[in-house]
Structures are given as structure tokens and as C-alpha cells.
């Protein structure tokens, strides 16, 4: 091995443990209090270790269940789990996981394919290597908690292996087995998160053209050509297909049935918006490097970068028309995007070496190289925050999660768990940085987790919880907390004014507390309801709705959900329930000696079914069933998993 190799490798190790002591040092002082998507995972990554140490074979089956049939399967953080294992800190094993595992294999599959095609010297590709690494677009979701990244390796590897390999000199099982493990390959995104089937159409409409022109030579489009590479993807295609059918049937007919630009639609800013908040993640001050680089394809000296910046703009270009059709990108969605921009990025620096001095173009690089490491330190690092003359024009700050007031958000949870009682659930009507349904289940010991209330966050997305309107605490803020804007979370901004200005459904509770001050100033109060719902203050809510949403009105009126939420009910002792458990079903139980009594508005129902769900008890004798009002009075004996007709 030659010095060169040796210092090569000694720069691609000092460099993995610097970036690996500041991803540690952020997460390390950061405040436990993670939400919605930046915790999910976290949460899902130890629940699996534990199922796997418990049982292999429900840890396989769930898995497979979930890969099946779930928006969002385990897939991604199922390689973490050794991880789990470290003596740190569990979150920071977690981002150190994903990191190590995930992001760095990735940032060398792009530094080589970059080289490939540029022609860069070995002892070059660390300095790539560690851009790449440290590329904000990629380290920001990685810290705050998205394993999506691993969606980028094997996107990555498709690209490499077709810049590198000429599909046309295969034959036979070799042709058979490229197009197979390009499939797999092009199915693997999808299969860990599913909003990568953006990425992977573009891929299909683009990795042919990258090819032919690679290694087309004179005849690039010929009829023989063109056969054999439609052959190839096709079967690559069939491949997707096939995997797809398999693995996750149930997920992919969801898809196909589901009007996600709809329901997302609280997601999506104007066309304008969208553009500069999908170019803001890489930052608007690589805008002129991003142009450069897309004149490479004109001005450029290697024609194999000409290529790829050509390939890297198509995917861009691809990409976003279809995927901004459902929605604005989020900052983990912004990853493939970003991956383009780097290639253009590092397109304009090759162009300073191709049309400068050499003296210049490395002055050039040494400057720009400057600049990358202050935009880092500031966009990380709160002491050396960005000035406000030219935030605008560098990605968004993430600074590590430090909750203001943290005291009192333990002081909320302390004076919670000391009022509830073990039925009680607590909804939390509010949507934003400053408190959630997630951020409050987060920071709550596990004792009190199950007295979370389930809280819809998007109209159209999640429509209406009824778990939220039946529970006895609602906390609620001063001033109400969205994330995305009243106009897509109505389902947390009427609620939570409707009761803080005691109006309407308000009329039914009490405020219980002081105000806790949380971060951001924001006020937190507890309310208790201490009576039903009339039908007059909950079809006054559904016509707030309504204006919005007019189908809501036929939805949630004179049907049994209007029913549950009005019902006055006094629980039977010990086995005593009475709780809406799906959409148009109601789980009754009497007590172990005294009955369960509902007092309830019934609407204009035709019929009513009662049925015994109990099919395991056998010693039970079934139950009574009265119904009665002014003038009538109907009883009925319901025997073990009978249904009855009233």
C-alpha cells in the first residue's frame, strides 16, 4: 500500500470522527421532549429491539405485517438495532445509527459516482467525500430523527452501477440477472418509505438515456438499441412489480385508492413557495454554483459529466413536477433533491478547474470551502447563529431541541397525573413546536402515556378523532398552536377556541388550572368537561366544519358518532364501559354489579344492532338490554355472541 492510499484512508477516519463527535454532541444536549416524525422512528427502532428479544418469530411476523400493509413499515430501522446495545445515550445511538449506517455509505456511493464521472484523483475524494458527509440537506433530517436516508443508498447504487457498467455488452443470464438486481434495487426505496415512488419513476424515465449516452457511441438510438435497453427495464420494471405485489399488496392498493394530493393538501404552499423552500434546504446561496453547474453541460470539458449533470437536472426537474402535485417537501423529502443540486454544485467547482488558472480555482475552492464550514457551524451552533441580513439565502436553522420553560412542561404533566383517575384520557388541542399530542406523550412518564388522548392534527387527513371530544381533560393554548396554518388544522383550532372562549362545545367545560407558560410564551390551560355535549353545540361545531368541508355535515350529523358524543353515561362498578371504538360502533359493557345506564339521543335510526362480541366466556349468561324512552320501553335478552335488532 502506497503513502497516498494510507493518508487517504487517514483522512476518510479522522474525518467520519469529527462529523461522528458532532452528530453525537447535538443530540447530547438536546431535550428529550421529540415529536411526530422525529420520534416515530425512535420509538418504532425500541420497540422492535424489544420484540426481538422477546420473541424472533413475532419480531419476523410483525415485520413482515407491517412491510405488508403499513404506511409506515419498520424496515429502516431494523439494521439500528445492534445499535440499541451501545452505552450512550438511547436517542444518540439511535441518530449515530442512522448516521454511520446509513448516511456515510451513502455520501461514499455519491462521492464515487461524482469521481467516476469527473475524473477526480484519488487523493481528491476525501474532500468530497466529506462534503457530501456534512451536506446540510442530509445531516438535518438525520439529526432530527429520520432513518429515510437509507432510501438514498440504494437510489445512489443504481446510478453508479448503470454510469458504470454497459447494459448493451450483457447477454443472456448476465443481461437477466442486471435487469433483476436493478429491480430490486429501483423496489428498495419504495419498500422503506413509500414517497420515494416519486424518485423511482424518474429513475425509470432517465437511467436509460444516462446509459445509452454513456456508452452508445455512434448508434445510440438505434432499433437494436432501443429493444434491448426497453427489454432491460421492463423487466427491471416487472421486477418493482412483482416485489411490490408480494411484499406489500395491501400498501400499494391503498395507494392506487387514495387521493393523497387531497388529503395532503394542508402540506402544500404556492408553486412559488414550494420552489424556494425545496431549494432553501440546500440554501439559496448555492444558487449561482447550482446554475454553473447545469452550464457544465454546455461549457464543460469531460463529457461524462456533461452526462451526468444532464441526468442529475432531468431527475430534478422529473421529480419535482410529480411530486409537488401531492405536496410541498418536507426536509426529508428534500433529500433526493439535494442530491441533484450536489452534483451541480460539484459540477461548478470542476468548471473553475476546467476555464480558471489553476491558482484562482483554487482559491475559489478554498473560499467556497470556508463558506460551507461557517454556513454549517451557524446553521448547528446558537452562539455563532446566522445574521438576519442573510438568513434568508442559507438553510433554516436547527439548533439543537431545547424547550423553553422545560419545568413547566413537567409541572402540566405533574398536575395532570394527579387528577386523573384510571379511565381518563387527556386531549391536547394543539399542533405546533410548542406543544402536541406527540411532544406531551414524549416528555410524560409511561404511566401517564395511556391517558393520551388520540387528537386528530389534519383536516383532511385525519378528519375528526372522537377519542378527543369523549375525554374528560382537554388542555388547551393562549394563543391556539398549528403547525401548518389554521386553515388545514381546523380540527385543532376550533376545538381549542371553541373551549378557551367557553362557546359552543366550550359551554360543556371548566377550567381547572393556572395558566402553565411553555416555550415560545405560549399558555397552556386544563379544562374539564363535566357534562355532555347538547346536540345544538355539537351540530353548531360540524357546521364550522361544514363550511370548510361540506361532505362533514352528512358525515358526522344524525349518525351514531353525534350519538356517542352527546350521550350522558353513568359506567356500571368495576366492569362498567361505554366507548366508541371504530367509526359507527359502540363497545358496551355493564358492571360487575350494577348496570351501565346511557342516557343518549338516538337521531332517526331505523334500526339499532346490539351484538355479543364475548365469544370466550363461557360461563356468561349474556346480558340485558333495555331501551325506553317517554312512552315505550323494549327489553331483550342478549345471549353470548348473539345479535339482536331492536
Known sequence: MNNEKIISRIQYVVFIAILSVLCYSFVASENQAYTWDSRFYWVVWNEYTGLLHDSFSQWLASIKYSVYSADYNPLPVIALIPFNYLPIGNREAYILGVYILYFLPFAYIAMRLFATAAGVDNKYQPYIFVFLASFIPFVTPTLRGYPDIIGMIPLSLCCLILFKVNILKYQGARFVLLAIAMGVLLWLPFAFRRWYAYSVVSLFVTLPFLNTFLFGEAARF???????????????????????????????????????????????????????????????????????????????????????????????????????????????????????????????????????????????????????????????????????????????????????????????????????????????????GSLNNDLFSAISPASFVSHIANVSQVDLRDKLATEAFSSRYAIVTDPAQTHLGIHGQQVIYLPNNLILEG?????????????????????????????????????????????????????????????????????????????????????????????????????????????????????????????????????????????VVF
Not at 392498493?253 to 387521493?259: A, D, G, H, P, S
Open 222 to 432: 438505434s432499433k437494436e438499441r432501443i429493444f434491448k435497453y426497453f427489454i432491460f427495464f421492463t423487466l427491471s420494471g416487472l421486477v418493482v412489480i412483482f416485489l411490490v405485489c408480494v411484499f406489500q399488496f395491501e400498501l400499494a392498493e391503498r395507494i392506487l385508492t387514495t387521493n393523497y394530493s387531497d388529503i395532503y393538501s394542508a402540506y402544500k404552499a404556492t408553486e412559488q413557495a414550494t420552489f424556494f423552500i425545496t431549494l432553501n434546504y440546500a440554501g439559496l446561496y448555492l444558487l449561482p454554483l447550482i446554475v454553473l453547474g447545469g452550464l457544465y453541460i454546455v461549457f464543460g470539458t469531460s463529457f461524462r459529466l456533461k452526462v451526468l449533470c444532464a441526468f442529475a437536472l432531468a431527475n430534478f426537474i422529473i421529480t419535482y413536477i410529480i411530486f409537488t402535485r401531492t405536496q410541498t417537501p418536507g426536509m426529508q423529502h428534500g433529500m433526493p433533491f439535494c442530491f441533484w443540486l450536489a452534483i451541480l454544485v460539484l459540477s461548478a467547482l470542476k468548471l473553475f478547474f476546467d476555464r480558471l488558472n489553476k491558482g484562482l480555482a483554487i482559491t475559489l475552492t478554498i473560499a467556497f470551502s470556508l463558506l460551507t464550514v461557517a454556513v454549517f457551524i451557524s446553521t448547528y451552533s446558537k452562539p455563532f447563529g446566522k445574521p438576519e441580513l442573510v438568513s434568508r439565502y442559507l438553510p433554516g436553522k436547527e439548533y439543537p431541541l431545547r424547550l423553553e420553560n422545560f419545568d413547566h412542561y413537567h409541572e402540566l404533566i405533574a398536575f395532570m397525573s394527579a387528577r386523573v383517575e384510571p379511565d381518563d384520557k387527556v386531549a391536547v388541542f394543539a399542533s405546533s
Open 503 to 643: 362557546k359552543g362545545i366550550g359551554a360543556a367545560y371548566k377550567r381547572v388550572s393556572q395558566p402553565f407558560i411553555l416555550s415560545g410564551g405560549v399558555q397552556a390551560y386544563v379544562y374539564e368537561k363535566i357534562r355532555p355535549y347538547t346536540i345544538d353545540e355539537y351540530r353548531s361545531m360540524i357546521d364550522e366544519f361544514s363550511r370548510s368541508y361540506p361532505s362533514w355535515k352528512a358525515e358526522y350529523e344524525n349518525n351514531l358518532t353525534e350519538s356517542y358524543l352527546s350521550a350522558a353515561v353513568e359506567k356500571g362498578d368495576t366492569w362498567g364501559q361505554f366507548s366508541m371504538y371504530r367509526e359507527g360502533r359502540i363497545y358496551a359493557h355493564p358492571g360487575a354489579t350494577t348496570p351501565t345506564i346511557v342516557r343518549m339521543f338516538v337521531g332517526e335510526y331505523d334500526t339499532l344492532r346490539i351484538t355479543s362480541v364475548n365469544k370466550n366466556c363461557g360461563k356468561t349468561d349474556g346480558v340485558k338490554v333495555i331501551i325506553k324512552d317517554a312512552t315505550h320501553r323494549v327489553e331483550k335478552h342478549i345471549a353470548t355472541a348473539e345479535s
